[in-house]
């Protein structure tokens, strides 16, 4: 139980995820802060809080995304909250450090969308598939050698929760048409690059040298305009609090005092 002067960190997930993903690291935080980690709109339990006409630019999807976490933050009135993203959440992270409305005392950002225009084609071409449908048609096996994962105790559970997530709850039309156009097939992706110099919280950018999907370079290019940013590079891929959460920990239990 987190002690009573615990402050509070809200996790926010990446694509095709939900909540529940940050079981790895959520033992460690929950004895020391009041955590909240909600699904983003359209992922896991939470049902899409509205529609996305197919050729809303990125603006409107990104709102589909942020707009109903910032209202559940300011309902709960909570100042001085820490925000966690993960690739799709650390864009919601960054956009509501940019909004200013919700009190943000620190920001850690892992491997994510937002910091620049720069995603692989291939990771593209999964997004834009869709991992759902994917998962469906190709069946667990063949979805884990597109989509491999450690082969550790953890890294199976990982895979786990992660294909039943995909399969059960996942491809709901609002979110896939919403994160499509953040990820377009051609040309950059959604992000903040220009606008990042204006977030004055302390950040902690973690991200995986071996990252499929953002390269780092994203990661190089926006410290260097965060007047309080430190970027950690970890030997891993795209999410780092799944593939190594020990190494996260390590980083980040000091940053958040």
Known sequence: MAP????????????????AMWFPVLPALESRHRVLA???????????????????DGETALRFFV??????????????????GHSLGGLVAVEL???GRVSIARLVLL????????????????????????????????????NPGPKTPLGLRVAELEYQLLTVRGGRAAARIAFNRLCPWFGPVFHRRQELARITAPTLILWGDRDAALPVANANAAVARM??????????????????????LRHLVPFLG
């Open 227 to 248: 007047p309080a940013a430190t970027l950690v590079r970890l030997p891993c891929g795209h999410s780092p609090h799944l593939e190594q959460p020990e190494a996260v």
């Open 4 to 19: 009573r002067n615990a402050s509070d960190l809200v996790l926010l997930h990446g694509r095709g995820h939900a909540g």
């Open 97 to 99: 450090a940019l909004r």
């Open 111 to 146: 491997d994510a969308m937002g910091l620049g225009p720069q995603m692989t084609f291939a990771s593209r071409v999964f997004f834009r598939l869709g991992p759902e449908r994917l998962a469906r048609v190709l069946g667990r096996r063949m979805f884990e050698r597109l």
């Open 67 to 84: 707009d109903p976490i910032e209202d559940l933050l300011l309902r709960r009135a909570s100042a001085g909250v820490t925000l966690i």
């Open 38 to 56: 909600p699904d983003l709109p359209g992922f896991g339990a939470r049902v899409p809080a509205a529609a996305v006409d197919r050729g809303a």
